[in-house]
């Protein structure tokens, strides 16, 4: 089975501007989490969907925005980039059990904002 | 408030010398405690994973113990390698009739010394 894979691996963004950063999970998961990294804060949850809901939601602002779709690939979003937001951006899958807690993560996107 | 800390929050080593991590947490109610190696740029990976009535469990170099009495956890690394240099992350799930909550702690950054 092939891992969770993320796209891009990197990325240069200038404050202001908006990106969107792709996730598609473990076969037949469908459970998608997104986590932010930076160094000395560890990771930090966003937001989690299950089935296209959104079914738990971290403290960020309202500029991180996530999606998911029918084959359970998932985007997130982050609009009008600041500074603070430059960091490992990683998305975990977990399979069709709800209360499973085993997540695979993929190998993240190193978000830049200059 | 469920909660996970890590000490110590960094550490270096010389290669072929043993090292603890450790775990402490507050988390009810308890499912499972797992750790995770992430090498720098990288996604977390599973290296062990224990349920309440487990005390030890190895992987190779790694041996994982569980004292459910005092919420803690310690992750033994025997003989380290230069490849062992990466943030070892516990993690912690509390699951209840309806929904699973995971819970990271901020990690330990380990640096092994030629």
């Known amino acids: 089975k092939a891992g969770v894979t993320q796209t891009p691996r990197y990325l240069i963004k200038t404050r202001g501007q908006q990106v969107t950063l792709s996730c598609s999970p473990i076969s037949g998961h469908r459970s998608v989490s997104w986590y932010q990294q930076t160094p000395g804060q560890g990771l930090q949850f966003l937001f989690e969907?299950?089935?296209?809901?959104?079914?738990n939601k971290g403290n960020f602002p309202g500029r991180f925005s996530g999606r998911q779709f029918s084959n359970s690939r998932s985007e997130m979003n982050v609009s009008t980039l600041e500074l603070g937001d430059s960091a490992l951006y990683l998305c975990?899958?977990?399979?069709?059990?709800?209360?499973?807690?085993?997540?695979?993560f993929g190998p993240g996107t190193r978000l830049t904002v200059l | 408030k469920n909660q996970v800390e890590q000490s110590p929050q960094s550490l270096i080593i010389l290669e072929g010398k043993n090292c603890t991590l450790q775990c402490n947490y507050t988390v009810s109610p308890f499912s499972n405690l797992r750790w995770y190696k992430q090498d720098t740029g990288r996604g977390p990976v599973s290296l062990t994973i224990m349920t309440f009535s487990e005390n030890t469990k190895s992987n190779g170099r790694y041996t994982a113990t569980l004292d459910a009495d005092t919420k803690q956890s310690s992750l033994h690394i025997t003989a380290s390698q230069l490849s062992d240099s990466a943030s070892y992350i516990c993690?912690?799930?509390?699951?209840?009739?309806?929904?699973?909550?995971?819970?990271f702690g901020s990690g330990t950054r380990l640096s092994i010394r030629p």
């Open positions: 975990a899958s977990r399979d069709r059990d709800p209360r499973s807690n085993e997540q695979f």
């Open positions: 993690v912690v799930s509390a699951v209840d009739s309806s929904a699973s909550k995971i819970i």
């Open positions: 969907y299950f089935s296209e809901t959104q079914r």
